[in-house]
């Protein structure tokens, strides 16, 4: 199988640069664009064209012919739906595989297994996770459906190509097994000192706040106070009077000068006053942002 490399921009709303907080495993997908000619390729453009004005990655997309990387195995990409802190967003290795007609879902889908037990044995890990496990959307849709074949059928096919292609790491056992992995338990969080677990599932009236998000270069100076473009966030212009810049910074330290692309910055605590479900944002300080990057630390109605 031929494997692309087409890696996105640093810093853009489809790839943070974030590094992932450990490698646990892979996280397969179906793609659900059944239009003709939505293979990789096709894939691979839209995140090109789109790194900047939507809220969506994955790390490999994969169809009958070849798989094309779009994010570094280590970093963060948007695929899981669990927000910016989510353990599938965090842990894990997405693999996109195309459903369009014109392509061979049967090849498209072994390609994916090939390309996950080469990804298990690199990293020496074997938990493979469906989409579903993170959020309840049935996703990967087509294999959960049977076609071209069951969840169990492809945990055996990546085991079997894990056995061909050897381990990459010392410490793993001899002849790994995939295993199902078990529900997700809520994130537990450390409220002014108090432990809490939230479902991450964001309501009316949940508080929230965010990982270290990068900003876009330049500060706008508007008649209620200065704003700034966190990428992360949205397309558009953001109030400064809401972010305060990460501790743990590009140059190395906080001065608080963010009109530069060097800055990090978190979103300070926050209240969702509505949400917008379909196009998964939510609402705060009277601005639509996207859901994704934000952290739930207290649950709403």
């Not at 530069?260 to 705060?284: F, G």
Request: net charge positive.
């Amino acid at each position: 199988m031929n494997i692309e490399k087409r890696i996105l921009p640093v810093g853009t709303m489809k790839r943070p640069g974030t590094k992932l907080s450990r490698i646990q495993g892979v996280t397969i997908h179906n793609t659900g664009n059944y239009s003709r000619g939505a293979g990789a390729d096709a894939h691979a453009n839209y995140c090109h064209n789109s790194c900047n004005s939507a809220y969506d990655s994955y790390h490999y997309v994969v169809d009958d012919k070849k798989a094309i990387q779009l994010i570094p195995e280590d970093e963060v990409s948007w695929h899981a739906g669990d927000g910016a802190t989510g353990p599938g967003n965090t842990t894990t290795i997405s693999i996109e595989i195309c459903v369009n007609p014109d392509s061979n879902l049967a090849k498209a889908t072994d390609n994916a297994a090939q390309l996950a037990a080469q990804i298990l044995n690199r990293h020496g890990v074997d938990l493979l996770f469906q989409h579903w496990h993170w959020t309840g959307k049935n996703c990967p849709a087509e294999i959960r459906a049977g076609r071209p074949y069951s969840w169990d059928k492809f945990v055996d096919k990546v085991t079997a190509y894990q056995k061909k292609g050897g381990l990459a790491a010392a410490s793993k056992p001899a002849n790994p097994t995939p295993t199902k992995p078990k529900p997700a338990k809520p994130a537990e969080k450390t409220i002014n000192g108090v432990k809490t677990r939230c479902d991450q599932i964001l309501t009316k009236g949940s508080k929230v706040t965010s990982g270290p998000l990068a900003i876009m270069a330049g500060i706008k100076k508007f008649p209620d106070g200065n704003y700034i473009r966190v990428p992360a966030l949205g397309d558009g212009w953001f109030p400064m009077a809401f972010i305060t810049e990460h501790t743990s910074t590009k140059d190395g330290k906080c001065d608080g000068y963010l009109a530069n692309d060097k800055a990090i910055v978190y979103l300070d605590k926050s209240t969702v006053e509505a949400i917008d479900i379909p196009h998964q944002k939510a609402q705060i300080h009277g601005l639509w942002v996207y859901s994704a990057p934000l952290v739930e630390i207290s649950e709403g109605k």
